[in-house]
C-alpha cells in the first residue's frame, strides 16, 4: 500500500471512529489547547473518587470524541494498581435521539463490568436471592440481576434489562410483572446500577457525547436527569458531556438548563489550530503512533516537511482548521507524494491544491 513507502503500518489519515482506535495510537497531540490545565484537574479529581463534571465542546471535526477516547486511556491506565474507574461511553444518535436509545447504549456499555458488580451485590445481599429484592428497592430489577448472576437464562433478562419489548408469556416464564418500557424507570436502574458499581470500582465515569442531536423534549428531560445523577453522588461520580457547538453556553439554549451547564465546572473548548508549529506536533505525535517501530526517520513530520505543513495551513479556511480536515488534507498530499516518491513541501502543496477536498477557499 502507499502509506507504506513512508513506514506505516496502517493509514494514519483515514478517520476512525476514536472509540474502536486502540490505546496504543491514542497520546496526547494537543498542547496548544488553552483549556489543558482544566482537562488536568478533571482526571485528577475523578482518580481522587471527587464527584466532579465537565464540558467539551467544539465544531465538528474538532476532535471531541477523540478527547474523550484519552480521557478514558488516562484514567484507565491510572487507576492501574488501584481500584479501577469504571468509564462508559453513550451518545445520542441523530437517527434516532431517544432516551431508550440512549439507555439501551449505556445498558450495552455497562454489560462488561456487570460481573464483579453482581458479585459485590450478591455479597451485600448475603449470598441469598431472596435478599436482593430489598436490598435493591425493585424486583424486577433483583430477579434479573440474580438471574445474571446465576447465568441463569442471561440473554433473556439482559433483553430485559436493555429495554428490549417482551411478550406478557416472556414475562410471566421469567418471574418478571412487566416490561421495562417508561424512560423514567430507565433512569432509576440507570441510577442503580451506578450506585451499585461503586462497591466493586472506586468512582465511575459517564461520557455522554453527541449532546446536539437531542430535540428540545429530550434534551430538557435529558439535562434534568444528568443534573440529578450529579446530586446524588457526595464522591465517585463524574460527568463528561461533549457537543458540537461555537459556544460552550449553547447546550442551554437546546434545552439542558443552566442547572447542568453550572454543574460542569470543567470546560474544554476544542479549538481550531491557530499556528503551524501546533499542527506540525500534532501530525509528528499522530505519525509516530502508526509508524512502524522499525522504520527510521531524521523527523515524525515525514512525508512533510514544515514548508509543506506551512503552506497547507496558508490556503485552509481558519474556520475549519480542525484535526479532521487536517487529516483529509494530508492523507491527500500524502498519497500523491508516495506515488510520486516525492515528499510533500510548499510546492508540492501548490502543485496538488487542485486534488484537496473543499477545504479550502
Same mark, same amino acid.
Given at each position: 500500500m502507499w502509506y507504506e513507502k513512508s513506514g506505516f503500518k496502517d493509514d494514519p489519515y483515514v478517520i476512525r471512529s476514536p472509540m474502536v482506535v486502540p490505546f496504543k495510537q491514542i497520546k496526547w497531540n494537543r498542547n496548544d489547547l488553552a483549556d489543558k490545565p482544566s482537562l488536568d484537574s478533571f482526571t485528577e479529581r475523578v482518580l481522587d473518587r471527587r464527584r466532579v463534571g465537565m464540558r467539551v465542546f467544539g465544531s465538528d471535526g474538532s476532535g471531541k470524541t477523540w478527547l474523550l477516547r484519552w480521557i478514558e486511556k488516562t484514567l484507565t491506565e491510572k487507576s492501574k494498581g488501584k481500584a479501577l474507574v469504571l468509564y462508559t461511553y453513550s451518545y445520542i444518535p441523530r437517527l434516532e435521539p431517544t432516551f431508550s436509545v440512549f439507555y439501551e447504549k449505556f445498558i450495552s456499555e455497562i454489560d462488561s463490568y456487570l460481573p464483579p458488580i453482581l458479585k459485590a451485590i450478591d455479597e451485600k445481599a448475603d449470598h441469598k436471592n431472596v435478599n436482593w429484592s430489598p436490598y435493591l428497592g425493585d424486583a424486577d430489577l433483583a430477579t434479573a440481576l440474580? =438471574?445474571? =448472576? %446465576? !447465568? @441463569?437464562?442471561?440473554? !433473556?433478562?439482559?433483553r430485559w434489562l436493555s429495554g428490549a419489548r417482551m411478550l406478557t408469556t416472556e414475562l410471566r416464564d421469567l418471574s418478571l410483572s412487566r416490561p421495562l418500557e417508561r424512560d423514567y424507570k430507565k433512569y432509576e436502574i440507570m441510577k442503580t446500577l451506578i450506585t451499585q458499581s461503586l462497591l466493586a470500582f472506586s468512582?465511575?465515569?459517564?461520557?455522554? %457525547? @453527541?449532546l446536539e442531536n437531542a430535540p428540545p423534549v429530550l434534551a430538557r428531560g435529558l439535562g434534568d436527569s444528568l443534573r440529578d445523577l450529579l446530586d446524588s453522588f457526595y464522591d465517585g461520580f463524574s460527568l463528561v458531556c461533549s457537543y458540537t457547538a461555537e459556544m460552550a453556553d449553547d447546550i442551554i439554549d437546546w434545552g439542558y438548563g443552566k442547572w447542568l451547564y453550572e454543574r460542569l465546572e470543567h470546560e474544554v473548548e476544542m479549538d481550531a489550530f491557530k499556528d503551524p508549529d501546533a499542527m506540525m506536533e500534532f501530525l509528528r505525535v499522530h505519525h509516530e503512533c502508526y509508524?512502524? !517501530? $522499525?522504520? $527510521?526517520?531524521?523527523?515524525?513530520?515525514f512525508p512533510f516537511e514544515e514548508s509543506g505543513v506551512r503552506r497547507l495551513m496558508e490556503l485552509v479556511d481558519p474556520k475549519i482548521c480542525y484535526a479532521r480536515p487536517t487529516l483529509i488534507n494530508c492523507g491527500v498530499l500524502a498519497e500523491q507524494a508516495a506515488r510520486q516518491d516525492a515528499k510533500v513541501t510548499d510546492k508540492f502543496v501548490d502543485e496538488n491544491k487542485e486534488l484537496l477536498p473543499r477545504l479550502v477557499p
Amino acid at each position: 500500500m502507499w502509506y507504506e513507502k513512508s513506514g506505516f503500518k496502517d493509514d494514519p489519515y483515514v478517520i476512525r471512529s476514536p472509540m474502536v482506535v486502540p490505546f496504543k495510537q491514542i497520546k496526547w497531540n494537543r498542547n496548544d489547547l488553552a483549556d489543558k490545565p482544566s482537562l488536568d484537574s478533571f482526571t485528577e479529581r475523578v482518580l481522587d473518587r471527587r464527584r466532579v463534571g465537565m464540558r467539551v465542546f467544539g465544531s465538528d471535526g474538532s476532535g471531541k470524541t477523540w478527547l474523550l477516547r484519552w480521557i478514558e486511556k488516562t484514567l484507565t491506565e491510572k487507576s492501574k494498581g488501584k481500584a479501577l474507574v469504571l468509564y462508559t461511553y453513550s451518545y445520542i444518535p441523530r437517527l434516532e435521539p431517544t432516551f431508550s436509545v440512549f439507555y439501551e447504549k449505556f445498558i450495552s456499555e455497562i454489560d462488561s463490568y456487570l460481573p464483579p458488580i453482581l458479585k459485590a451485590i450478591d455479597e451485600k445481599a448475603d449470598h441469598k436471592n431472596v435478599n436482593w429484592s430489598p436490598y435493591l428497592g425493585d424486583a424486577d430489577l433483583a430477579t434479573a440481576l440474580s =438471574h445474571i =448472576h %446465576d !447465568a @441463569e437464562n442471561v440473554d !433473556a433478562y439482559k433483553r430485559w434489562l436493555s429495554g428490549a419489548r417482551m411478550l406478557t408469556t416472556e414475562l410471566r416464564d421469567l418471574s418478571l410483572s412487566r416490561p421495562l418500557e417508561r424512560d423514567y424507570k430507565k433512569y432509576e436502574i440507570m441510577k442503580t446500577l451506578i450506585t451499585q458499581s461503586l462497591l466493586a470500582f472506586s468512582s465511575f465515569t459517564l461520557i455522554v %457525547d @453527541e449532546l446536539e442531536n437531542a430535540p428540545p423534549v429530550l434534551a430538557r428531560g435529558l439535562g434534568d436527569s444528568l443534573r440529578d445523577l450529579l446530586d446524588s453522588f457526595y464522591d465517585g461520580f463524574s460527568l463528561v458531556c461533549s457537543y458540537t457547538a461555537e459556544m460552550a453556553d449553547d447546550i442551554i439554549d437546546w434545552g439542558y438548563g443552566k442547572w447542568l451547564y453550572e454543574r460542569l465546572e470543567h470546560e474544554v473548548e476544542m479549538d481550531a489550530f491557530k499556528d503551524p508549529d501546533a499542527m506540525m506536533e500534532f501530525l509528528r505525535v499522530h505519525h509516530e503512533c502508526y509508524r512502524q !517501530a $522499525k522504520y $527510521k526517520v531524521g523527523d515524525q513530520l515525514f512525508p512533510f516537511e514544515e514548508s509543506g505543513v506551512r503552506r497547507l495551513m496558508e490556503l485552509v479556511d481558519p474556520k475549519i482548521c480542525y484535526a479532521r480536515p487536517t487529516l483529509i488534507n494530508c492523507g491527500v498530499l500524502a498519497e500523491q507524494a508516495a506515488r510520486q516518491d516525492a515528499k510533500v513541501t510548499d510546492k508540492f502543496v501548490d502543485e496538488n491544491k487542485e486534488l484537496l477536498p473543499r477545504l479550502v477557499p
